[in-house]
């Protein structure tokens, strides 16, 4: 009889903390008329966030992603079976079901606080054998790694986790990891480079300058969100309220994401050859997720 015994939390795949630049944002300039004038509404902020290049590449959650994801978790259920234990992660969230992950870029976007994800479910019991951990992390001294400009990461070299990994990646599960890193790096440094596009600097002045009419002065709206408490309520704030009101005056969001879109496309043409590899490397993962599967393409 297996063992029955559950993990301490279900451990999915590296998440990677992408700490962007604090930066400000800008706006589309459709006339000169002062900043207090409100502009016509284009695209919601949403839906241009949603539409930027590294957002489909890193952090938007899609039905093939969610299929990768569960194709992962009944392969190391199965693994760990043959192990003699009973492995009973969380189920794997539909698209619909939990928020993507992207950095808030510019800050504040509304005074409602942004959606986050559903607590994870704990365990029903805490694992007391020493040999379920290494039988589903492996050997904790054999790690795969690669490394970015900014960050390093390892992985589990084996283990029922990584044989998982391998089952859809094969001996491309650290190239995989290797061009993650590598597109991380590519969003920051775009993200960077907004900081000298003209526009970009433009309407980041004319929102200083709302502000400051406000009787507030800060840089950039990112570093006036993560200057406020971590208790704030923004709907009652004066100072977040100046900070989305004077977003809504110059059409800072609307801009900063038209102009982040346009340097993101730049890098990415830039390394179209990683993009190559990383799109490769994504089909093949999902492909082989639907043959764990038993889903028709």
């Given at each position: 009889?297996?063992?029955?015994?559950?993990?301490?939390?279900?451990v999915a795949a590296v998440v990677l903390v992408?700490?962007?630049?604090?930066?400000?944002?800008?706006?589309?300039?459709?006339?000169?008329?002062?900043?207090?004038?409100?502009?016509?509404?284009?695209?919601?902020?949403?839906?241009?966030?949603?539409?930027?290049?590294?957002?489909?590449?890193?952090?938007?959650?899609?039905?093939?992603?969610?299929?990768?994801?569960?194709?992962?978790?009944?392969?190391?259920?199965?693994?760990?079976?043959?192990?003699?234990?009973?492995?009973?992660?969380?189920?794997?969230?539909?698209?619909?079901?939990?928020?993507?992950?992207?950095?808030?870029?510019?800050?504040?976007?509304?005074?409602?606080?942004?959606?986050?994800?559903?607590?994870?479910?704990?365990?029903?019991?805490?694992?007391?054998?020493?040999?379920?951990?290494?039988?589903?992390?492996?050997?904790?001294?054999?790690?795969?790694?690669?490394?970015?400009?900014?960050?390093?990461?390892?992985?589990?070299?084996?283990?029922?986790?990584?044989?998982?990994?391998?089952?859809?990646?094969?001996?491309?599960?650290?190239?995989?990891?290797?061009?993650?890193?590598?597109?991380?790096?590519?969003?920051?440094?775009?993200?960077?480079?907004?900081?000298?596009?003209?526009?970009?600097?433009?309407?980041?002045?004319?929102?200083?300058?709302?502000?400051h009419d406000a009787r507030y002065d800060h840089?950039?709206?990112?570093?006036?969100?993560?200057?406020?408490?971590?208790?704030?309520?923004?709907?009652?704030?004066?100072?977040?309220?100046?900070d989305v009101r004077c977003k809504e005056d110059?059409?800072?969001?609307?801009?900063?994401?038209?102009?982040?879109?346009?340097?993101?496309?730049?890098?990415?043409?830039?390394?179209?050859?990683?993009?190559?590899?990383?799109?490769?490397?994504?089909?093949?993962?999902?492909?082989?997720?639907?043959?764990?599967?038993?889903?028709?393409?």
């Open positions: 009889m297996p063992k029955r015994v559950s993990p301490r939390g279900a992408l700490v962007l630049a604090a930066g400000a944002a800008t706006w589309m300039l459709t006339s000169r008329t002062e900043p207090t004038t409100r502009r016509p509404t284009g695209p919601g902020t949403a839906e241009l966030a949603k539409h930027l290049p590294f957002f489909g590449l890193l952090y938007e959650r899609t039905a093939a992603q969610t299929q990768v994801a569960e194709a992962q978790r009944r392969l190391a259920v199965d693994c760990m079976a043959q192990h003699g234990f009973t492995y009973r992660p969380v189920p794997v969230a539909r698209p619909a079901d939990s928020p993507d992950e992207q950095p808030t870029t510019f800050g504040l976007e509304s005074l409602t606080p942004p959606r986050t994800a559903p607590p994870t479910a704990a365990p029903v019991e805490e694992p007391h054998d020493p040999a379920f951990a290494r039988a589903l992390f492996g050997d904790p001294d054999r790690r795969i790694s690669a490394a970015g400009k900014t960050i390093r990461v390892t992985r589990p070299a084996d283990g029922c986790q990584a044989e998982a990994e391998k089952r859809l990646l094969g001996s491309d599960r650290p190239h995989w990891l290797q061009d993650r890193i590598q597109l991380a790096d590519g969003e920051k440094e775009a993200r960077q480079q907004l900081e000298q596009d003209p526009e970009f600097r433009t309407v980041t002045e004319r929102w200083r300058r709302c502000l840089k950039d709206p990112a570093a006036l969100m993560y200057g406020l408490p971590r208790d704030t309520d923004f709907a009652r704030n004066p100072l977040a309220q100046a110059t059409g800072y969001l609307t801009t900063a994401y038209t102009r982040l879109d346009a340097a993101q496309k730049s890098w990415l043409t830039q390394h179209s050859a990683l993009l190559t590899s990383w799109n490769a490397l994504q089909l093949r993962q999902e492909k082989s997720a639907r043959e764990v599967l038993g889903v028709r393409s």
